[in-house]
């Protein structure tokens, strides 16, 4: 969906408020770590990083005026434990060392239809590899949607990299919802899956 351009919504005002603009390695501590890719405006992170305030938060997304919006919340709510980058999932290697991460969410990312689209899917498996890589033994990936063909279809991409251990085809309502799912549960039913990475897998990469 095309998102509305925000006038002040620069790299130059994003990166003087903290936000991360250009690829660099970043150096977490030994807290634990959780990663949500394509955040869009930042509901769910933010709210998680308020209720977590010993864990660190990392939002990535790609555009520029969606980005803008999470970092309103993270000034609004004073979130030192949310960090923000304005940066494309491709290139989410170049941030983090291998093993440093305890949990990545992925919330209604774009479905892609088309196949010769699928391969910029967020759960295809060239980015399900980079997932394992940075994720520590026993993290986790979740996943959420409402479209249930990229539902399915995930399915069968993540667990050939991960150990499903939770899948809902109606899931409920929660604290913790996107911009997205508030829009779409009026809709339809909301589909999540929850896989663990397991270092026998791992080492089969
Ligand atoms: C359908 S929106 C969902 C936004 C949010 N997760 C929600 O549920 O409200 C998908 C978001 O993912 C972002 N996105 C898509 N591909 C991305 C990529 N390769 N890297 C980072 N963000 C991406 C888009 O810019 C958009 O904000």
Known sequence: MRQKKVKYATK???????????????????KRTYLEIGSGKGQFITKLAEDNPNDIFIAIEVNINVCFRIMEKKEAMKLDNLIIILGDASFIHLYFDLESIDGIYLNFSDPWPKAKHHKRRLTYPTFLKTYVSLLKNNGFLQFRTDHQPLFQESIEYIENYFHITEVENNLSASAYMTEYEIKKR????????????????????
């Open 12 to 30: 130059e005002i994003l990166e003087s408020y903290g936000v991360i603009v250009e690829p660099k390695r970043l150096n977490l501590d030994e």
């Open 186 to 205: 009026a809709i339809g039913p909301i589909y999540q899956l929850i896989g663990k990475v397991e270092k026998h897998v791992k080492e089969g990469l």
